[in-house]
């Protein structure tokens, strides 16, 4: 089994997503983002 720990997050563009996609990822986290805006995906 895979024991890694994902993590989605929504409205990842900017603002409070993208701050806690990129903690997230410094914590070792397997990170997803998404958002409304590809440009800044």
Sequence with gaps: MDDRRVLWVTGGGSGMGAA????????????????????VL
Excluded at 22 to 39: E, I, K, L, N, Q
């Design 20 to 39: 806690a996609a990129r903690r997230a990822a410094a914590a070792g986290w397997r990170v997803v983002v998404s958002g409304r805006r590809p440009d």
